[in-house]
Nanobody
Framework: VQLVESGGGLVQPGGSLKLSCATS????????IAWFRQAPGKEREGISC????????YYADSVKDRFTISRDNAKNTVYLQMNNLKPEDTAVYYC??????????????????????WGQGTQVTVSS
């Protein structure tokens, strides 16, 4: 099982970035995938999740209406489109897979305990 994030970079406030999470070693459609982020000096927080099978999406309040999670099961990839970026969005962004198949997103925004197979992360820096 492997998840590899990409697409991070430096962007000005108000700008956009699209992150990718390339997966392998499991059937993506059967697993919920979440995006997390960790800012310097802060705990890692769950910000968005795509539910297994039906792809229902969930967002933390901090990114709602600005970020969009999507998945392409044929390409084994999950995306995070980030618009109207703010300096407080600066963090290392990670994707992770729910441990159990055919399970929902659970309490991803409160705890990461149900998710694993972490990638190396991709740095997003929002600065003028």
């Amino acid at each position: 099982v492997q998840l590899v994030e990409s697409g991070g970079g430096l962007v000005q406030p108000g700008g956009s970035l699209k992150l990718s999470c390339a997966t392998s070693g499991f059937t993506l459609n059967y697993y919920s995938i979440a995006w997390f982020r960790q800012a310097p000096g802060k705990e890692r927080e769950g910000i968005s999740c795509s539910k297994a099978v039906d792809g229902t999406t969930y967002y933390a309040d901090s990114v709602k209406d600005r970020f969009t999670i999507s998945r392409d099961n044929a390409k084994n990839t999950v995306y995070l489109q980030m618009n109207n970026l703010k300096p407080e969005d600066t963090a290392v962004y990670y994707c992770a897979k729910r441990y159990t198949s055919l399970s929902g997103c659970g309490t991803f925004s409160d705890t990461e305990r149900d998710f694993g197979s972490w990638g190396q992360g991709t740095q997003v820096t929002v600065s003028s």
